[in-house]
């Protein structure tokens, strides 16, 4: 022990030494440690943050059945009209990256309460909007308030949630957001019926303003930057920044030394890192004086982390597989709605009720997976002798795997010839739950991977849904015209195979890849 150096050849004391410094940054000591809170305190905190990412998600397509309505009422062109969708993918799905950064400097509720704010903004001037490109632009504000919950409510319950229990509380978590979508259709398509389209921005109004004043006067902030790498880093950078201004000389000098060793610093630094790192967090946080150093935003490049995550190659291919994935549901949602309209000629509130099937599905698949998961690593680290490592979690989704493609195939002929939608409502409670079993665990995945920066990660994550979900959306109406039904979602289901393909990649090889990612740090 009194010995600095790992034994090279010794692949099980090296893999569990590092395992331990990965794990250590989530369980440095703190004051009101988050993960020690009651379960009421716990379930308050879930239940704000899941209502936040359904308000959020419902912004998404709560519109859609009420484009036609405000074509007419703004004089807008069909492509003005798919503008209000591709600006709201876009800010959305990559907007978080600045809200994660400063949710690790200042905290999480503080990005929550302007967030909703913005929130709040966006949805009344969409409101009151006399003009198509005031909608487009108050679209882009409203994604960038709405984004917030999204990128960064995982995170927070992984500062109050310990790992075994994440798979559980994710999969009730993200059945919210799948919740939203759902529903969507349905409140849009009655609210323009009964009163306008404008009364779907007032009923998104208001849902801002409760969750607003829920985090307000409910929501205890977890955020400990004790926890945080990216805070630890940004601290430390200003700490050595400010000694060499105070110390110019001295920082000269020891610069000049340290050249003259003979021993290359990095490899020094890569011989200390895995018994030094717990100590190295305590030694920065608890520097004397560290109440009065104040970091700001302007502390923080939010790219270095988004880059840092996707250096990792066990990063970048879940990324893909989970923008895959949420490119496909809205592919899905889209084009599923056209069908209805067109060949069965529904309204639509009868074409939300029918996409309703999809998100029922979606939420039983997580929740349900999330339970399954948390059991398989229960089971597997008993196995294990009680020690874990992250793709471990990926083993629970090689269940819905077998069962996804089967069903896209099903959905693509059953529409190709406009069989009865009974069989497409079953169809789609497959895919939606199929598909979110497999979401859940590998977002949970993501989590577990990357220790003291799953913000940054989950908003990585939302980057990879949104540009991908942005592609599909736009690609969805001409491949649907020229392939029809049963080939485009033929196509899909051998896309989501190639997906499942990575995910048993990363479950495979993603210890040894991060384990060499650590090593080149």
Not at 9 to 26: G, K, P, R
Not at 241 to 252: A, C, F, M, T, W
Request: aromatic share 10%.
């Amino acid at each position: 022990m009194s010995k600095p150096q790992l034994p090279r050849q010794d692949t099980d004391v090296e893999s569990s030494t590092a395992a331990a410094s990965t794990i250590d940054i989530e369980h440095v000591p703190v004051n009101d440690d988050p993960r020690q809170w009651s379960p009421a305190r716990k379930t308050t905190t879930l239940c704000i943050v899941s209502l936040a990412t359904m308000v959020s998600a419902l912004a998404s397509n709560i519109q859609n059945p009420s484009n036609s309505l405000i074509e007419v009422d703004l004089h807008a062109t069909s492509s003005q009209i798919s503008w209000t969708l591709a600006a709201f993918l876009v800010i959305q799905g990559n907007f978080p990256l600045l809200w994660s950064a400063a949710s690790e400097i200042k905290g999480r509720k503080p990005v929550y309460l302007v967030a909703s704010a913005l929130f709040m903004v966006g949805n009344a001037a969409l409101a009151l909007s006399k003009t198509i490109e005031v909608m487009i632009g108050m679209r882009a504000l409203q994604a960038a308030g709405s984004c917030a919950a999204m990128a960064i409510s995982a995170a927070t319950l992984a500062d109050i949630y310990d790992t075994h229990e994440r798979g559980t509380t994710m999969g009730i978590f993200f059945a919210a957001p799948l919740l939203g979508p759902a529903l969507g259709p349905i409140l849009g398509g009655s609210l323009s019926q009964a009163f306008n389209w404008r009364a779907s921005f007032y009923f998104l109004l208001i849902c801002a303003g409760i969750v607003f004043l829920s985090f307000l006067f409910l929501f205890k902030d977890t955020y400990r930057r004790e926890r945080s790498l990216t805070y630890c880093s940004a601290l430390q950078r200003l700490l050595t920044s400010k000694e060499r201004v105070q110390n110019p000389d001295e920082s000269i000098i020891a610069e000049h030394e340290s050249s003259k060793d003979q021993t290359p610093v990095k490899d020094t630094e890569k011989q200390l890192k895995p018994l030094d790192f717990a100590d190295h967090i305590s030694a920065v946080i608890s520097t004397p004086g560290l109440d009065d150093v104040k970091l700001s935003i302007k502390d923080i490049n939010p790219f270095p982390p988004y880059f840092r995550i996707l250096s990792r190659k066990n990063n970048v291919l879940i990324l893909i597989a989970n923008g895959i994935i949420f490119g496909f549901s809205y592919s899905l949602s889209y084009t599923c709605s056209r069908t209805l309209a067109h060949a069965y000629g529904y309204n639509a509130l009868s074409v939300g009720l029918v996409l309703l099937c999809l998100g029922i599905g979606s939420i039983a698949g997580s929740v349900i997976g999330g339970r399954w998961s948390d059991r398989v690593l229960a089971k597997m680290m008993e196995a294990n002798g009680g020690k874990w490592y992250a793709e471990m979690r990926l083993e629970s989704s090689k269940l819905a795997m077998w069962w996804l493609p089967l069903s896209v195939i099903g959905y693509a002929w059953v529409c190709e010839k406009h069989v009865n939608v009974a069989v497409i409502c079953v169809m789609l409670v497959l895919i939606g739950f199929t598909s979110i079993w497999m979401y859940t665990g590998t977002l949970a995945y993501l989590v577990d991977a990357n220790p003291g920066c799953s913000c940054t990660a989950v908003a990585a994550n939302s980057s990879f849904r949104g540009s991908l979900a942005f592609v599909s959306i736009m690609i969805a109406v001409p491949l649907q015209d020229a392939l029809g039904d049963g080939w485009l979602y033929s196509v899909w289901a051998g896309v989501l195979v190639a997906t499942e393909l990575l995910v048993i990649l990363v479950l495979c090889k993603g210890e040894s890849w991060r384990r060499e990612s650590e090593e080149h740090k």
